[in-house]
């Protein structure tokens, strides 16, 4: 099912961060679709930030996970198509209000900039943590509108 399927995409930088949480995502038995790069050879990130939101935007992913050297980058190239909410996150309480308060369906990481160990336990809580909804959905509504 599409909707359970969490692309992940980074740029060079964020290669190595990337297959670890893919492997830990995989790992959790979840459908990872793995939009590149493949390697650390240098690329230019909004190729992959626009190749995730383009995952989200057609269904072929539910949600999604990016990294680049600072999250920066590659968040501002996802958060430029209106069906795609990218929350940078640096720890776990970034990741957690990044879906209770803006429904992120995509966290951004900084590889050169979060610690591993972090990283991974931030999406480990951006992925279970639900929408809040209530006085935070109509601010999200506006967020699609431009």
Request: with cysteine; aromatic share 4%.
């Amino acid at each position: 099912m599409a909707g359970g399927t969490i692309a992940v995409a980074s740029d060079h930088a964020g290669f190595d961060l990337k297959e670890i949480l893919k492997r830990d995502l995989q790992e959790a038995g979840h459908d990872v679709l793995d939009l590149g790069t493949n390697s650390t050879a240098s690329v230019d990130y909004p190729d992959f930030g626009h190749a995730m939101a383009d995952a989200i935007a057609s269904g072929r992913a539910g949600r999604g996970v990016v990294v680049c050297g600072t999250g920066l980058g590659i968040s501002i190239a996802v958060n430029r198509h209106p069906k795609c909410r990218a929350a940078l996150a640096h720890d776990v309480t970034s990741a957690r209000l990044g879906r209770e308060h803006n429904d992120a369906n995509v966290v951004a990481f900084g590889a050169r900039l979060i610690g591993t160990e972090v990283a991974r336990e931030a999406l480990k809580v951006f992925l279970k943590t639900p929408f809040e909804g209530g006085r935070h959905a109509g601010r999200v509504a506006k967020l699609a509108k431009g």
